[in-house]
Structures are given as C-alpha cells and as structure tokens.
C-alpha cells in the first residue's frame, strides 16, 4: 500500500514536471521571443561531426548517422528507431539489412548500446539527447497540462508568423520563430497535430521561398509530416509540392535540399501519395540530381525517396524519364548497394522502357556480381534475370560478353544468400539456353535500334509494351 502510494505520488510529479516544462516553454516564448541557434553554435556542431569519426556499430545501417534509440528488430538487426519506424511506415515488411521477412514489428530498444554510444559521446564530448519527459503518462494518457501548454505555444508563434501589417515582422524574428515551431515538431505527436491544426503548414510552404527561413521551413514540414495525418494535411496545402521540389532542385544549402528529400520519403510512405508526387517534374529531377552529386548524407535521403517511388509503377515511367536509371549505374561505383537497389526496383516494374535504358549498365552489374556485398551480389543477380526476361536475346548476349561472368555465377551459387542462389540459378540456366541457341530464357523479347552520339550509346526500343503516363 505504502509503495503504490509512492508510484501514485512520483506520477504526479512527473505530470507536474511536464506541464511546467511546457509552460516555461510559453512564458520563454512570449517574454524572451523566439530562439535560433548562433552561427557559432551551428559552425561548432558542423566542425564536430566532421572531427569525429562515428564508429561503425554505432551508426544505424539505414542512415548511417550516429544511433540516438537502437531497437532491435525481428531479424536480431539494430537500427535507429526513427529510420526503421518510417521504413516500416512506408510498407515494407522485410529488414533493410537482410532482406528476410520480419516476423513481427515489435522494435525491441537495444539498451546496451545505447548506454555505450552515451558513453562514448561524453567521452567525445558530442552532445546526445537523452530520454526526456514526454507529455505522456500512465500507458499514453496525455497529461492534459501540458497539451494546453503545447497549444499555448504554438498558437503564439503561428500567431507571430502571421505578422500585423503596421509592423512587419523582421526576417531574423521570422525565423526564430519558425525554428521554435521546428524544435516543438520533434516532440511528440501531440505537438505535430497541433501545430498542423493552428494552420502552420501553409505559413511554411511560403517561407520555402526564402532563403534565410528555407532550412528551418522545411525541417519543420519534414518533422510535421512524421504525423501520418499531417501527410495529407502536406499534400493538400496549395503550394507545398511546388516548394518542397524547387528547394531540392535549388536549396540555399545541402541540408535543406536533403531535409526535402526527406520530406518527399516522408510523404511517399502513402500509397495514395506516390503518383501526385511522381508526376512533378521537379520532384524526379531534383531527387536525381541531389543523388548524383550531393554530400553522402543528402545522397542517401535521395536515394530512400526515390527507392519509395519506385513501388508505384506509373511513378517508375517519371523516374525513368527523369534519368534515375543511368544515376543508378553511375553510383554502383560508389555505393554499389543503393545503386543496384534503385535500378533492381526500377526495371522490376518499369518494363522494356527501363530495360533498354539499363542496358548500358550490364558490365556495372557484372562487376557487382563479382565484388560486391551479399545483398549487392543478390539484388544484381535479381536485376539481371529480371533484364534478360524481358530484353531477350540481345540482353543476354551482352551479359555473357561479361569476362568470367559464369565462374561469378557459379561462385553465387556456392556461397550466395538463399535469394542470390536462386536468382544466380536461373541466370545460369538463361545463359545456357542462349548458347544452346534457343529463346534466351523465359524472354518477352524486344528489338533494339542503336543511336550513336558523340559522347555515348544509347539502346532505344523499336517497340514498347504501354507505360501508363
């Protein structure tokens, strides 16, 4: 008796502890104004995360950024909670690492290394945010005080953002103010849905425009919208594609071209979303020219957006169209996973059309074949039965113009995942009915026109089967 009176007593400080969180975070903002980092703040985190070099079983395999909550999933992988929740968000069922099938969605916290990066932060002295106080208590009832709290807050600011027309709010102000509402959407859910409900999104959308607010803007949209009802909140917004897409195509920095991409995996984890966000022109365009040339980081925010739009086959005809697939065969260099990945989802459904535009890439998937990861070696196993299906005989011969191509099949064979050894099985058969002279394998066939140019070769297709438009 006397101890359930003590948890009753400690509950009842921790709710009190949360809502006068929340209303100093009020009283702060309305007293003091809104707050943004100092340049010299900004400058010193930069210099750190280039200073230290993360290790390896500290960074989740999804991200590759420094883990702040490892789980464990069904496949006894870790990863970081935020990036394994959208990537199971966005409808895949399967580990990221792997490739296996989870048997389960329960996200197990991996507390011991949790409590190793911890220590290895402080020893580094590199921030790490520790679990804080939430507004949720007692299994997930909302401490009512600090949701009024909450509401305070964010209606102040939105409040602030919409200016008064004798005294125009400074640019400086502005983004104080969009920063506060950006560290409030990192929250919780609650502040989510309460700052999309005061009618934040469309002051947001038209920050996008500039500049000096655009980082702050977009981070904020791009936390919004791990709510999944302020996904549609997004996508309804008049303006809100446009902007997202002209801040990846011209961002004032990496970031906020990264934190778009972001935004548009984001979003793309909806079915429904995928074809709105596919036919904008800039969204392709931008996505591939952010994987093509930006920072690793950016690239890779880039590359898991594109990756969500490949599942929707319409959306595969823009990527196509937009070049995904040559970025693809030119980045196997460097991240020949990603690469092989985006190029296995793109001709998996984009039928002849991405056929023949992945066609100059055979020698590239020949050479991941041989010298690649396990999964690398498995999704270009899968690519290349998928390309020589479809493409006939002219896609076969090229792939066994491939110096030692079978010793790498065989190899597969012997040592590959349960996939690769299938995948690697039925090249192997393609290629012997080819040089048996018979169909090529299991082929729909089509024919090819060569188009010379000065720099390059290009296959066409004569004929196509319909792609929607």
Known sequence: MEEEIHNRSEEQSKADLVALIGLVRFAKCVLFGASTPSPRCISLRRSRSSEFIVPADYRCPISLELMQDPVV??????????????????????????????????????????????TWCREQKIPFEVDTVTGKLNGGVTNKAALEATRMTVSFLVNKLKGNDNVPLSVEDTNGAVYELRVLAKTDSDSRACIAEA????????????????VNAVTTILNLSILEANKTRIMETDGALNGVAEVLL????????AN???????????????????????????????ARGGPEAARRDALAAILNLAADRETVARLVEGGTVAMAAEIMAVMPEEGVTILEAVVKRG???????????????????????????????????????KGGSEVVAELAAVPG?????????????????RKAATLLRILRRWAAGLDGGESEGFS??????????????????????
């Open 199 to 214: 009618g934040a999104i469309p002051l947001l959308v038209r920050f996008l425009e500039n500049p000096s607010l655009q």
């Open 405 to 421: 191509v079978e010793r790498v099949i065989w190899e597969l064979m012997a040592v590959g995942s349960v996939r690769g050894r």
């Open 260 to 290: 778009a991409a972001a935004t548009v995996f984001s979003l793309s984890g909806v079915p429904a979303h995928r074809k709105r966000l596919g036919r904008k022109k800039g969204v392709v365009s931008g996505l591939v020219g952010l």
């Open 73 to 118: 999933v069904a496949t006894g992988q870790t990863y970081d909670r935020v990036s394994i929740k959208l990537w199971m968000d966005s409808g895949h069922n399967t580990c990221p690492k792997t490739g296996q099938t989870l048997s389960h969605t329960d996200l197990i916290p991996n507390r011991v290394l949790r409590n190793m990066i911890a």
């Open 351 to 389: 039928g002849l059309v991405a056929v023949a535009a992945a066609y100059a890439g055979i020698k590239r998937l020949g050479a991941v074949l041989r010298e690649g990861s396990e999964r690398a070696r498995e999704s270009a196993a899968a690519t290349l039965v998928t390309m020589c299906r």
């Open 250 to 257: 011209s961002g004032a920095t990496w970031e906020a071209k």
């Open 448 to 469: 090819t026109t060569t188009m010379v140019t000065s720099s390059n070769t290009t296959m066409v297709p004569s004929s196509t089967t319909s792609l929607a438009q």
